[in-house]
C-alpha cells in the first residue's frame, strides 16, 4: 500500500503571501490530520478532517485553514504568511477518526517564508 | 494543556548498548505510540500501545505502557548505526474529540 503522499516537498515563500498544501492519505484511511513542527515547539496539532468534515482543531490562527475532499485527499492553506510560519507541514492519516489509535505520517512540506 | 516530558534531550551511546527513553504525562491516556523521524522525513510509527501495562515488540524495540496510564517506555536493544534519529512519544487521552499529543523528542547518536 502507498504511503502518505504530500506535495510539495518544498516551499519559500515571501510574507504576506499564501500557501496552500496538500496530502493524499493511505488508501482506505478517512481521517487526515494536519501538524505544525518547528525546532522549538516540536509537533503541534493544527487539525483533523474525516469525511469531509472538521473534527479538532489546535490552537492556531484563523490563517490556518483546511479542507477535505471525497476522496479523502486532503488541503491545507496558510494566508497572509508570516516569518514565524516557517516549519515542516505534516500530514498524518488514520482508519478511523479519533480516538485514532495510530497515525501515519508523510515526508512533509517544508515551507521557508522570507 | 496537557505535556509530555520526555528527557534527556539528547542521548549518546556506543553501537552495540542497549538504551531506553521513557515519557511521561501529566494525564492519563489511552493510547501511547512510539515513533522514529530521521532528517527530511516524516516521523515513522515504531510501537502502537492500547492497554495499560501492555508489552509490545517490534525487533529490536521494545515498549510499555505504563499501569497508571500516564507513563511508556521505549528500549532498543543491541544499538546499531542506522538507529540514529528523533524518537518521540505520543499520547492519546480519551474521548472521540481529543487529540495525539507529541513530546518534544530524544534525539539518539551512535557512535561505531
Known amino acids: 500500500k502507498a504511503g502518505v503522499t504530500q506535495t510539495p516537498r518544498y516551499l519559500i515563500k515571501t510574507r504576506g503571501q499564501q500557501v496552500t498544501l496538500s496530502c493524499s492519505p493511505i488508501?482506505?484511511?478517512?481521517?487526515v490530520s494536519w501538524y505544525q513542527q518547528t525546532p522549538g515547539q516540536g509537533l503541534q496539532f493544527l487539525f483533523e478532517y474525516f469525511s469531509e468534515t472538521q473534527r479538532n482543531k489546535g490552537n492556531f490562527p484563523g490563517r490556518f485553514s483546511g479542507r477535505q475532499f471525497s476522496n479523502s485527499r486532503s488541503e491545507m492553506n496558510v494566508s497572509t504568511l508570516e516569518l514565524g510560519d516557517s516549519a515542516l507541514y505534516l500530514c498524518?492519516?488514520?482508519?478511523?477518526?479519533?480516538?485514532?489509535?495510530?497515525?501515519?505520517f508523510g515526508p512533509g512540506t517544508r515551507l521557508l517564508v522570507l | 494543556g496537557q505535556q509530555l516530558n520526555q528527557s534527556p534531550q539528547s542521548m549518546f551511546i556506543q553501537e552495540g548498548e542497549d538504551v531506553s527513553m521513557n515519557c511521561t504525562s501529566s494525564s492519563i491516556f489511552n493510547t501511547w505510540l512510539w515513533y522514529k523521524q530521521e532528517p527530511g522525513e516524516g516521523p515513522v510509527l515504531l510501537i502502537a500501545l492500547y492497554k495499560a501495562g501492555e508489552l509490545t515488540s517490534n525487533g529490536r524495540l521494545t515498549a510499555q505502557f505504563g499501569i497508571t496510564r500516564k507513563d511508556s517506555f521505549l528500549n532498543i536493544s543491541a544499538s546499531i548505526p542506522s538507529d540514529v534519529g528523533i524518537y518521540f512519544c505520543?499520547?492519546?487521552?480519551?474521548?472521540?474529540?481529543?487529540?495525539?499529543?507529541f513530546g518534544k523528542g530524544i534525539t539518539l547518536s551512535v557512535r561505531p
Open positions: 498524518a492519516s488514520s482508519p478511523k477518526a479519533g480516538p485514532w489509535g495510530a497515525q501515519y
Open positions: 505520543a499520547g492519546q487521552e480519551t474521548g472521540a474529540n481529543s487529540k495525539l499529543t
Open positions: 488508501s482506505g484511511h478517512r481521517s
